[in-house]
Nanobody
Framework: QVQLVESGGGLVQAGGSLRLSCAASGKIFSTSAMGWYRQGSGKQRQLVARFTSGGTTDYADSVKGRFTISRDNAKNTVYLQMNSLKPEDTGVYYC?????????WGQGTQVTVSS
C-alpha cells in the first residue's frame, strides 16, 4: 500500500524555522521523484522543492536560499528544512511522489507563519 506521511508542521513566527518530514513506503521512495508542494488559502497547489528523476533539485524562486530539500535513503524519508520563514509561506504542505504515470500525495501538514 502506498503511503506518504508528513509531519513537522506548526505555528512559527516570521524569521523562524521548521523541518517537515515525509516518510514513504520503501517501494515508492526508491522508484519515485519526491518533492514538496504547498497550497495557500484560496490558491492553487504549487511546487516548493523537489528531487527530479535524475537526482537534481528544483526550488520555487520564492524559497531559494531559505528552504532545503534532503533525503535519508536509510529511513525512506524526505525532509524540507525551512528557514527565514515568512507569512506568505503559510499553507498546507504536501509530500508528493511521482513514479512513472503514477502520482501520490500525502495528507498534508499545516504551516502557519505569524508576522
Amino acid at each position: 500500500q502506498v503511503q506518504l506521511v508528513e509531519s513537522g508542521g506548526g505555528l512559527v513566527q516570521a524569521g523562524g524555522s521548521l523541518r517537515l518530514s515525509c516518510a514513504a513506503s520503501g517501494k515508492i521512495f526508491s522508484t519515485s521523484a519526491m518533492g514538496w508542494y504547498r497550497q495557500g488559502s484560496g490558491k492553487q497547489r504549487q511546487l516548493v522543492a523537489r528531487f527530479t528523476s535524475g537526482g537534481t533539485t528544483d526550488y520555487a524562486d520564492s524559497v531559494k536560499g531559505r528552504f532545503t530539500i534532503s533525503r535519508d535513503n536509510a529511513k525512506n524519508t524526505v525532509y524540507l528544512q525551512m528557514n527565514s520563514l515568512k507569512p506568505e509561506d503559510t499553507g498546507v504542505y504536501y509530500c508528493n511522489a511521482v513514479a512513472g504515470p503514477y502520482v501520490y500525495w500525502g495528507q498534508g501538514t499545516q504551516v502557519t507563519v505569524s508576522s
